[in-house]
């Protein structure tokens, strides 16, 4: 079965410009939680949606939001770039832990953003 | 102190030697996961945990609740698993995860 779809894999943006980056998770999955990776912080959630709701989110500034569709997927979009925002972000999708079908995150190969 | 706390943070063995990597955390969990990120950034999901031991091919996993620790294990190690590996923990209604700062494990021919 397809594994969860980042899109895109690279990413380069300026400065004061904004992005928007994609996840489709696995099918049947209704939660999607996105989280940032860089190497002075490491990974750190960001938010995450179910049923199209986002139900927890971060320590992260306003600039970052997010949203999840009826079909599941997932947008996260970054307004006004920094530099510091030059990271790699991924997704990860599961059923939910209430579901008795749960058995543990699947993660995309995320999207590596560089801000210049 | 962060809420997970993994050591070694490196890690460098020779081929066929067994591996342990520790994670210890602060906090209540529902679960406590261990992931594997190779270079090219993907993470996968090797085990999920709320007790006792899992076991899949030479990786074991083994958690002790009171004593807030897990670790992961690999036997007779094998180049391939050249990779950073994360421990993760989990809380019921949450589905937020909390990372540990990750171990690089190189495995030497």
């Known amino acids: 079965k397809a594994g969860v779809t980042q899109t895109p894999r690279y990413l380069i943006k300026t400065r004061g410009q904004q992005v928007t980056l994609s996840c489709s998770p696995i099918?049947?999955?209704?939660?999607v939680s996105w989280y940032q990776q860089t190497p002075g912080q490491g990974l750190q959630f960001l938010f995450e949606?179910?049923?199209?709701?986002?139900?927890n989110k971060g320590n992260f500034p306003g600039r970052f939001s997010g949203r999840q569709f009826s079909n599941s997927r997932s947008e996260m979009n970054v307004s006004t770039l920094e530099l510091g925002d030059s990271a790699l972000y991924l997704c990860?999708?599961?059923f939910g832990q209430g579901s008795r079908f749960f058995y543990g995150y699947t993660f995309g190969s995320g999207t590596r953003l560089t801000v210049v | 102190k962060n809420e997970v706390e993994q050591s070694p943070q490196n890690l460098t063995a020779q081929e066929g030697e067994f591996i342990t990597i520790n994670c210890s955390y602060s906090v209540g969990i529902s679960a406590l996961h261990w992931l594997q990120q190779h270079p090219g950034g993907g993470i996968v999901s090797l085990f999920m945990l709320s007790s006792g031991k899992k076991k899949h091919g030479r990786l074991i996993a083994t958690i002790n609740i009171q004593e807030k620790h897990s670790s992961l294990h690999i036997t007779a190690s094998h180049p391939r698993d050249s990779a950073v590996y994360i421990c993760?923990?989990?809380?019921?209604?949450?589905?937020?995860?909390?990372f540990g700062t990750g171990t690089r494990l190189t495995i030497i021919p």
């Open positions: 949606y179910f049923s199209e709701t986002q139900r």
């Open positions: 993760a923990v989990s809380n019921f209604g949450n589905e937020k995860l909390t």
């Open positions: 099918s049947g999955h209704r939660s």
């Open positions: 990860a999708s599961s």
